[in-house]
């Protein structure tokens, strides 16, 4: 299988000196998701939890809803001319009765590991392909809990601290209990291995959670987490505009620039349970 980091010589500058020195960094290769061996997408992702990443995928294009529905996910066989097995090839297979992918999924060009949603989607095609109402859930946090879940991502992140160059996600409890960390060179793709985790251990929907992501929240994080049944997504940088919209409209609770004690509540905040003072 594809290795997590890679070793690659550098010039080192410090202080006035130079000297070549290996530097390790995050591995980032692509992999072909393909659905009953019928190619869906490529994506450029951090090799590792690829049948996660595969699973999640799914369940942001509204494939799949539950562990019932899928059959099986292997890598590809026989992927190379010679027959060989480049663990970048993964092959799902749906259950009896579970519909194939439309064909307007199919992508016929790569997702790089900055975007996953390339214009595809819109406010309505999310709303009307959610299999949740996040709107519905009754989860109650405090501030005071949000505020150390960036301190316990960053904790978590094996492989950042020997790269700096990876993006983590995690889901948490709402009392902040740490649940599932993933991370990958793209947000999106740390966000579908979380997802396609509690897809494979027959967790979805993801009721009473908290995602908390290491970039921004774009429209696409946004997206992810209506699909899953996030009820709250929180990320330590800005949210968009469109990201703002699609989290009023679907009823998610919307944090942004969540650094320690001080946060922005774009949307949601009947569900923060310290009141505001002004």
Not at 89 to 102: F, I, N, R, T
Request: net charge negative.
């Amino acid at each position: 299988m594809g290795r997590v980091t890679a070793r690659r010589r550098v010039l080192r500058v410090r202080e006035g000196g130079a000297s070549y020195r290996p530097d390790t960094l995050a591995a980032e290769e692509p992999m072909e998701i393909r659905v009953g061996g019928r190619p869906l997408t490529v994506t450029m992702r951090t090799p590792g939890d690829d049948f996660d990443l595969a699973a999640g995928f799914l369940v942001s294009e509204g494939v799949v809803r539950s562990a019932g529905e899928v059959a099986g996910i292997r890598y590809c066989a026989g992927a190379t001319s010679d027959g060989g097995n480049t663990y970048n090839v993964v092959d799902v297979v749906l259950a009896p009765g579970v519909a194939a992918p439309d064909a307007s999924l199919e992508r016929n060009f790569y997702t790089t590991s900055s975007c996953g949603l390339c214009g595809k989607a819109s406010l309505d095609a999310v709303r009307t392909t959610a299999a949740w109402s996040v709107a519905e859930d009754p989860l109650r946090v405090g501030t005071e809990v949000l505020a150390v879940l960036p301190d316990r991502l960053r904790a978590a992140q094996k492989v950042f601290d020997s790269t700096g160059g990876l993006h983590a996600a995690g889901l948490f409890s709402a009392e902040g209990e740490l649940l599932c960390l993933r991370e990958d060179v793209g947000r999106h793709n740390a966000v579908d291995k979380v997802v396609g985790h509690a897809l494979r251990s027959g967790l979805l929907p993801l009721r009473g959670t908290v995602l908390m992501v290491s970039g921004r929240a774009s429209f696409e994080l946004v997206q992810k987490a209506v699909m899953a049944g996030v009820p709250l997504l929180a990320a330590v940088s800005a949210p968009s505009s469109l990201a703002v919209d699609l989290a009023a409209e679907s009823g998610l609770t919307l944090v942004g620039f969540l650094r320690g004690t001080s946060m922005n509540v774009y949307c949601g905040d009947e569900r923060l349970e310290t009141v505001p003072t002004g």
